[in-house]
């Protein structure tokens, strides 16, 4: 790991605590000389950050704005109150819920606000890029409620038809025979648009309310590169901080008719204390999304994942639903090397400085552990300034350093290449070293 440099903000900021600056400084220098390609991070903005980081962390906040537990909160409700305003009108919703901490606390709140224990839910399949909280069964989800799973359809080998995309008619054949009080649209590992209007109908025709979980595509959908489920969906959970671009948490928009429960649901029913420094830094990020320049990176976050895709193409990787719509690419390692795990392409990517993650292909042989696949994702180094050009040498890079992968002089030859290319784009300036 490279010495921290004297000059580390860190160094000033943590006077105190050399040990956490030192530690600091390091994942400045791993954020700015390594590519982050994973598909569900980002770089927020340094506003974002200083939000963030600031004394609202102090707070204590029990309850919603008007209606606390606790003294002092005059300008925490004003806090809360401009980031549910500026949520409800960057995504055309009635009410909106800034509190969950995360995008699984958001779902399980959801589930608890609208679902009675033992109720069927009707969801993606985990393999085929479904969520963790939609029914795992290492997942707390599963133990309460009864998860019906549907998947992508079939791969083929018509290249204007690839398939391993969503089956709505087997999704349609199971809502009718399941019966299900929930149907859920989205997921982590897809790299299609998700029209949530199917979804709506299927839900009408069986009578089951219909949530969109759009942790990962949150920023697309605000840009504008993605369609809205907003006012199609009877609620919708996402993160803030994966496409939005935010700080670390989750957030709910919902129709009137829901909100009180949503909002019972996520305080006293599933949380405490709000984390109001991060609802400050939600604030921030959706002001920052509904302006035009959040627009232009939704749409150059799409357009470098399908440049990232095609080079990848090249490179003889199969991609998962034959390509990109989103920020995702899906890759099935086995084209390229019928011996390559997900496991082992993941971790020889991190020593050339190539970050991303293994991820499940639709029907895995292998397991969760070792994959078949790798998740990528464009939305990080999009914000970092990187366009098509880059992201096409991107693939060109994954795919000589995978070829060589035995070969420590690739790795290190790669891991040059990364780190001067990621000198021209710097994240953030400031806690750059040379
Ligand atoms: N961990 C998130 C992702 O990587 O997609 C999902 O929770």
Redesign the pocket.
């Known amino acids: 790991m490279t010495t921290v440099h004297a000059a580390s903000p860190f160094d000033e900021w943590l006077a105190g605590d050399p040990e956490v600056a030192r530690l600091l400084g390091e994942e400045a220098d791993r954020q700015s000389t390594t590519l982050q390609l ?4 980002n770089f927020t903005s340094p506003a974002v950050l200083a939000a963030s980081g600031s004394i609202l962390t102090n707070k204590y906040a029990e309850g919603y704005p008007g209606r606390r537990y606790y003294g002092g909160n005059q300008v925490i409700d004003e806090v809360e109150d401009l980031a549910r305003a500026r949520c409800t009108a960057l995504f055309g919703a009635d009410h909106a819920n800034v509190q969950p901490h ?3 606390n958001a779902n399980l709140a959801v589930y608890q606000a609208l679902l009675q224990p033992g109720d069927t839910i009707l969801a993606m399949r985990l393999d085929h890029g479904g ?2 909280t939609h029914g795992s069964p290492a997942s707390i989800t599963s133990k309460v409620w009864r998860f019906v799973s549907y998947g992508v359809s079939a791969a083929t080998d018509d290249p204007d038809k690839p398939g391993e995309v969503i089956d709505f008619d087997n999704l349609a054949d199971l809502a009718r025979r399941e019966r299900p009080a929930l149907i859920v649209a989205g997921s ?2 897809y790299a299609r648009i998700i029209d949530p209007l199917p979804f709506r109908q299927i839900a009408d025709e069986v009578g089951a309310l219909f949530l969109f979980d759009a ?2 595509p949150a920023g697309l959908i605000a840009g504008g590169a993605h369609p809205s489920p907003v006012g199609i969906a009877d609620v919708v959970t996402f ?1 803030t901080h ?1 496409t939005l671009r935010g700080p670390r948490g989750g957030a709910i928009v919902c129709n009137e008719a829901h909100a009180k429960a949503i909002d019972s649901a996520v305080f006293p029913g599933l949380q405490g204390g709000p984390l109001e420094h991060v609802i400050a830094a939600k604030a921030v990020a959706f002001a920052e999304a509904s302006r035009p320049e959040f627009a232009q990176y939704a749409s150059a976050v799409v357009a470098n994942a399908g440049a990232l895709a095609a080079s990848l193409a090249e490179e003889g990787f199969r991609l998962v639903s034959g390509g990109t719509e989103n920020h995702q690419v899906l890759l099935d390692l086995r084209t390229f090397d019928e011996e390559l795990t997900g496991k082992v392409a993941q971790e020889v990517l991190d020593r050339a400085g190539i970050t991303c ?1 293994r991820n499940t292909i639709p029907d895995d042989p292998r397991s969760p552990f070792i994959t078949s696949g790798l ?1 990528l994702g464009s939305a990080a180094q999009t914000t970092a300034g990187m366009g098509t050009d880059e992201f096409r040498l991107i693939g060109s890079l994954i795919g000589r350093t995978l070829r060589g992968r035995d070969d420590e002089a690739t790795i290190a030859a790669v891991r040059a290449e990364v780190r001067e290319l990621c000198a021209g784009f710097p994240p953030y300036a400031a806690l750059s070293r040379s």
């Open positions: 994973i598909a569900s991070e995360a995008g699984a969520h963790l982590t590992a942790a990962h993160t994966k993650n998740r």
